[in-house]
């Protein structure tokens, strides 16, 4: 009997690769998209430059086991993620830091607001903007206001189709302010981008000859009967025909563009936080060093997902819709040898390492246990 995983994302990788290579048991993954990879998929294009085809996808974690396991399959190069943010007239970092206020106020305006802040926080300190909004001093008070207004209020407006504060803390504290002048968007130990890309570094873990790849296949289209377990990193609503209703997500659509000069920015993602209706402009040659005299942008457009229509890209972590995920998970309770897996079918805000560690634990906790 073989294993069946839907979706060859990477958490369905990960889970295929650990079931043929520990367990030495035949696995078929399907896939309803034309190429591997899920929303981590890349190509190399006619200029040479590696595209994201999803938007911007960096590696971080700080977990060794994770690191060690994705070194496995790739080297990644040292490459240290920083995001710049546009509104009005000015440019500064995100996170918003000690920096920051030299970027966007006066000399003597920064000094008394870097005083202030180093005297109330810790140096390092990442502080959610909900949280730091709660300030006594009026000049913190006001920064507060600022970077709120500048860098959150419509950029997560666009993002989401609603304000921060509906939203589950957890998004928030994704990008706080920091007490620091690092300008790094992550501080994880182990940061880089796989040195021949995602799709390459995807394959590599489906490459062994207990897997099979079959792609444009919809799991709908496949007999459900006679696989030992089933690996479901599809949205868990469409597993149950949405017998609850539909678990809604935000999608994203990408405008590519060449330009015929080296660079078009000076970073590899700016944020637009304010007045335009893209969210920010990815520049893909910086994440491998690309050497192309022409330069490839895509800007990002955040809408609702529309099943058929778009992909999904993130879950709406609030209330209603966790409490709507519960009902599912309820259900999922009741089979055998079904696990749900992955940003889709645990509905989850996951970054590329914790769908990682999501699918270790799951082999580790789950299959190996019920295995003796
Ligand atoms: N965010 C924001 N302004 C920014 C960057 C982020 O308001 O310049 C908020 C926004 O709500 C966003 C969330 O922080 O959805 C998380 O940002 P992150 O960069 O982690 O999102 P991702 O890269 O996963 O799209």
Not at 85 to 110: H, Q, R
Request: aromatic share 16%; charged share 30%; hydrophobic share 35%.
């Amino acid at each position: 009997m073989i294993n069946l995983v839907v979706g060859a994302g990477i958490s369905g990788a990960v889970i295929a690769n650990l079931i043929a290579t520990k367990l030495g048991e035949k696995v078929l993954i399907i896939d309803k998209r034309s190429h591997i990879g899920g929303n981590c998929f890349d190509y190399r294009d006619d200029n040479g430059i590696m595209i994201q085809k999803y938007g911007s996808h960096i590696f971080h974690t700080s977990d060794k086991k994770v690191w060690d396991y994705v070194n496995h399959f790739s080297k990644f190069n040292n490459y240290e993620h920083k995001v710049l943010a546009k509104f009005e007239d000015k440019i500064t970092t995100v996170p918003f830091n000690i920096n920051s206020l030299y970027d966007v106020f006066d000399n003597k305006k920064a000094k008394i607001l870097e005083k202030k802040l180093m005297d109330l926080f810790e140096p390092e300190t990442k502080i959610s903007i909900l949280e730091f909004q709660k300030q006594n001093d009026n000049d913190l008070k006001e920064l507060a206001e600022f970077i709120y207004d500048k860098i959150f209020l419509n950029y997560t407006q666009k993002q989401w189709g609603r304000s921060l504060c509906d939203l589950d803390s957890l998004v928030a504290s994704r990008v706080p302010v920091f007490i620091s002048k690092d300008n790094r968007y992550f501080q994880d130990k182990y940061q880089g981008i796989p040195e021949n890309g995602y799709s390459k570094l995807i394959e590599n873990m489906l490459e062994n000859e207990n897997i099979q790849i079959q792609l444009n296949t919809d799991f709908k289209s496949i007999k459900h009967c006679n696989y030992k377990r089933i690996f479901y990193s599809g949205s868990i609503d469409e597993f149950f025909i949405y017998k609850y209703g539909y678990l809604p997500y935000r999608s994203l659509s990408f405008e590519l563009k060449k330009y015929n000069k080296e660079f078009y920015q000076n970073n590899s993602v700016v944020n637009y936080t304010c007045e335009e209706d893209y969210t920010r402009i990815h520049e893909y040659k910086y994440y491998l060093n690309d050497k192309s005299p022409s330069t490839i942008i895509a800007k990002e457009y955040p809408c609702e997902f529309i099943d058929g229509q778009n992909e999904r890209f993130y879950p709406i972590p609030d209330e209603k819709n966790i409490y709507l995920y519960g009902k599912y998970i309820k259900e999922a309770e009741l089979i055998n040898n079904v696990y749900f897996l992955g940003r889709l079918g645990k509905y989850k805000y996951f970054n590329i390492d914790m769908a990682i560690l999501d699918a270790l634990n799951l082999f580790e906790s789950r299959i190996l246990k019920e295995k003796k």
